[in-house]
């Protein structure tokens, strides 16, 4: 109980009011899903580059506060996703595909049909399918994150958060048509792709989130 006082009583320094700052945290996928959030105005994300991501693993983005370390530890270690305005970002130290580790730090993520979809590293068995071998991503450390991370620093590929029972799914090519099961001509569109690649299956999700976008508005 006193850690989370401590935790609250940190937060509260930097609270502003909902209608005048966009950045919000959230600590769980619960709170992501009942908008049970804490509003800031002072988070630094910043884009890691090729050499940061191949040396220390991890996602693509690293969010902090500047002088802040105990909120900058929150949301590296305990924070689960932030919202910036329109864009989002989950924290990959919080979920897993299967039993396999994404690294931390923060993946862009995009709301579509419900569920959270983020774009990070393959692991597991996609990335076996890829340049890097299977057991590499098995290996702990630093070191075993440099070995995955160099053969895959530059790939990436989508994953579908289950906002009901928080599950890792890859999105590959059979997902993705069951997505577009209700736009024939993208769907169609689709079938000729090649890859499962995040900047293919990327092209179609925002595509399908810019239609819900217009419905709702």
Known sequence: MAKRYCLLALLSMMLVGTG????IIYSTLKDVMRQKG?????LRIEKRNRNQIMLMGGADYK???????????YLKSRCYAVQNDSLW???????????????????????????????AQPVGSIAAEGEAPLNATRLGGEVGTAIASSGLVNSRVYYEIDTETGKVEFVD?????????????????????????????????????TKETRQGE
């Open 20 to 23: 005048n700052a966009q950045q």
């Open 38 to 42: 804490d509003t800031l105005t002072t």
């Open 63 to 73: 969010i902090s506060v500047e002088g802040n370390h105990g909120l900058s530890r």
């Open 89 to 119: 970002y989950v924290n990959t130290r919080k979920v897993r595909y299967k039993r396999f580790r994404f690294g931390g730090w923060y993946a862009p993520a995009i709301w579509v049909k419900g569920n959270l979809y983020f774009c």
């Open 173 to 209: 090519h059979q997902k993705m048509l069951l997505l577009l099961s209700d736009r024939p001509a993208l769907r169609r569109a689709f079938r000729a792709e090649k890859s499962d690649s995040g900047e293919v299956i990327g092209r179609y999700l925002l595509q399908l989130q």
